[in-house]
């Protein structure tokens, strides 16, 4: 079982920045696909970015492309989304995700709690 924690949410403003976090407590963080999802309030989770273990390169959402990064830190059993340029439509709770290695949220059997980002226009 793989636990995850996220940290980072908050409100900010229309062009700002947050970055989230997200620690894993498991002992094979490195070979661990490892997915940010989000889900607004009367929406369906909607895929963020994943970050395949082993090198096997990142994928982003296109409505995401160009403002977030996502990156891991295989020493602290930690990934990051840093997200710029925020806009409203951003506003969710963020999800940090585990196990999968595409877009499908029924593909990741592990899930944070989540964090809430609220993008004021």
């Known amino acids: 079982q793989v636990q995850l924690v996220e940290s980072g949410g908050g409100l900010v403003q229309a062009g700002g920045s947050l970055r989230l976090s997200c620690v894993a407590s498991?002992?094979?963080?490195?070979?661990?696909?490892m997915a940010w999802f989000r889900q607004a309030p009367g929406k369906e989770r909607e895929f963020v970015a994943v970050f395949r273990g082993s090198g096997n390169g990142i994928d982003y959402a296109d409505s995401v492309k160009g403002r977030f990064t996502f990156s891991r830190d295989n020493a602290k059993n930690t990934v990051y989304l840093q997200m710029n340029s925020l806009k409203p439509d951003d506003t969710a709770v963020y999800y940090c995700?585990?196990?999968?290695?595409?877009?499908?949220?029924?593909?990741?059997?592990?899930w944070g709690q989540g964090t809430q980002v609220t993008v004021s226009s």
């Open positions: 995700a585990a196990g999968g290695s595409g877009a499908a949220y029924t593909q990741y059997a592990h």
């Open positions: 498991t002992h094979s963080f490195s070979m661990l696909n």
